[in-house]
T-cell receptor
Framework: GESVGLHLPTLSVQEGDNSIINCAYS??????FIWYKQESGKGPQFIID?????DKRQGQRVTVLLNKTVKHLSLQIAATQPGDSAVYFC?????????????FGTGTSLTVIP | NAGVMQNPRHLVRRRGQEARLRCSPM?????VYWYRQLPEEGLKFMVY????????ESGMPKERFSAEFPKEGPSILRIQQVVRGDSAAYFC????????????????FGPGTRLTVL
């Protein structure tokens, strides 16, 4: 079946540096993507989303890039802070009419070194 | 303005017992989703419900698992005769009323219930 996966399971960055977290998806029909942040012991928290008719979207300190040609998604975090340490998931929306389900990748654990 | 609430936060059961996990969606949300997360893995979709209706249960095991979202009260995920492999974190998410296919409703997640089967 189709799946969402991440290239790097762990990432360590120095505080103040920029972080890039990558995600590969295999369902070319997926039309909506979300990045979630999950801190230890908590539920996922929405960070930023992007639709398939866009290739870039910016938020506060975060940017999501979508490359549909190679089915690749990335999350860029500017000036990474210790509070950014968490597991980051990309999720794709199943392009079916009946639901609003999202399919999650395995996740990348980001550690920010002070 | 409370978010999605789940209880209990931690649940310990012995093999063969039943586990009941509760989820109260955000105010104004009528769509509920259940996900399971194994240690160091991503979330796996289980079931999508609206009030009194199961819309999609394609991710839910055919046996021992059931879900409901009654007209009144929280959504319940029920696991009968639990086995050790059921040990996981179970997350509930809710969203507003489903719009047309091309609109997207953000899902807000609860803190999860961590089930441990001894």
């Amino acid at each position: 079946g189709e799946s969402v996966g991440l290239h790097l399971p762990t990432l360590s960055v120095q505080e103040g540096d920029n972080s890039i977290i990558n995600c590969a998806y295999s369902n070319s029909a997926s039309d909506y993507f979300i990045w979630y942040k999950q801190e230890s012991g908590k539920g996922p928290q929405f960070i930023i989303d992007i639709r398939s008719n866009m290739d870039k979207r910016q938020g506060q300190r975060v940017t999501v890039l979508l490359n549909k040609t190679v089915k690749h998604l990335s999350l860029q975090i500017a000036a990474t802070q210790p509070g950014d340490s968490a597991v980051y998931f990309c999720a794709e929306k199943a392009p079916w009419d009946t639901g609003n389900q999202f399919y999650f990748g395995t996740g990348t654990s980001l550690t920010v070194i002070p | 303005n409370a978010g999605v609430m789940q209880n209990p936060r931690h649940l310990v059961r012995r093999r063969g017992q039943e586990a009941r996990l509760r989820c109260s969606p955000m105010k104004g949300h009528s769509h509920v989703y259940w996900y399971r997360q194994l240690p160091e893995e991503g979330l796996k979709f289980m079931v999508y419900l609206q009030k009194e209706n199961i819309i999609d249960e394609s991710g839910m095991p055919k046996e021992r698992f059931s879900a409901e979202f009654p007209k009144e009260g929280p959504s319940i995920l029920r696991i009968q005769q639990v086995v050790r492999g059921d040990s996981a974190a179970y997350f509930c998410a809710s969203s507003r009323r489903q719009g047309p296919r091309n609109t997207n409703n953000e899902q807000f997640f609860g803190p999860g219930t961590r089930l441990t089967v001894l």
